[in-house]
């Protein structure tokens, strides 16, 4: 899926994660801004990659702010940043998330 418009999830609240999609041609590219950005700057970076892959996300730009977030919580913010710019809000598929 390429990404046509913007979406955003999540807040700049201490442990939390604001996530943004937005259009990008090529591939998917992950820009990252994290307080913790050199002790897990690359497992989050990959950690994006991965869910847009399963997501099937061809292409777009993440742009992750981080302040702290545990995985499961950057995993939510993409996928509802996603769902939000797809505009699917029925028939979601949790099962494979």
């Given at each position: 899926m390429?990404?046509?418009?913007?979406?955003?999830a999540?807040t700049?609240?201490?442990?939390?994660?604001?996530?943004?999609i937005?259009p990008h041609s090529?591939?998917v590219?992950?820009?990252l801004t994290?307080?913790?950005?050199d002790q897990?700057?690359d497992?989050i970076?990959?950690?994006?990659?991965d869910?847009?892959k399963?997501?099937?996300?061809e292409d777009?730009?993440?742009?992750?702010?981080?302040?702290?977030?545990?995985?499961?919580?950057?995993k939510?913010?993409?996928?509802t940043?996603?769902?939000?710019m797809?505009?699917?809000?029925?028939d979601?598929?949790?099962?494979?998330?």
């Amino acid at each position: 899926m390429k990404v046509t418009t913007q979406a955003i999830a999540g807040t700049l609240e201490s442990s939390d994660a604001q996530v943004m999609i937005l259009p990008h041609s090529g591939s998917v590219k992950v820009e990252l801004t994290s307080s913790v950005f050199d002790q897990y700057g690359d497992h989050i970076i990959a950690l994006a990659k991965d869910t847009a892959k399963t997501l099937g996300l061809e292409d777009g730009l993440i742009k992750i702010v981080d302040k702290g977030a545990l995985d499961c919580t950057i995993k939510a913010r993409i996928e509802t940043a996603f769902y939000r710019m797809t505009g699917q809000t029925a028939d979601l598929p949790w099962e494979v998330l």
